[in-house]
């Protein structure tokens, strides 16, 4: 049974986990280990995403399978007008191209609609081929350059993509 469910304080724990496994897979030949590392105690602490929890315009949710959190997104809301940021958007690698990704991108876009919005965004690390495929074929568009310095000597070299879902789904 899948299930897409409100991340829970007991939760953050998990997520930490599950994102560390999954960045160093998915990132190991795109980032350097030191700045997967900073990415992750930046993003990923538990008491950060307890804290984020309680946030009004911050979305966590978890993809379960059988009790087993296989995937995960966090949404918040963009500083342009109308406009809802899948921040975080992560699956398992024993799940990928089974269109888990896509379940996540649909509750994203329930999400989006739901607070009153009517684009959604998010950015992708220019080498991420497989996620970019993917977003694509989900109706996102590439629509810029997010290069943005984070700190301690990292910087995001991403692609800006962007969908403007059909209001009358």
Known sequence: MIKILPLTKNDSVTISILAREIWFRQY??????????????????????????SEENIWWKKLVIN?????????IRASMPNELKIDKLYIHHDYHRRGYGKILVDDAIE????????KLTLTVNKGNHGAIHAYRHYG?????????????????????????PDISI
């Open 28 to 53: 190991c030949d795109m980032l350097s280990n030191a700045q997967i590392y900073y990415m992750l105690a930046q993003r990923y602490c538990p008491v950060l995403i307890q804290s984020q929890l």
């Open 67 to 75: 009790d087993t959190i296989i995937g995960f997104s966090c949404c």
């Open 111 to 118: 999400t989006m609609r739901g607070i009153g919005c009517s």
């Open 140 to 164: 996102f568009e590439i629509i810029g350059d997010s290069v943005v310095d984070i700190g301690g000597g990292f910087v995001m070299n991403d692609y800006l993509m962007s969908m403007t």
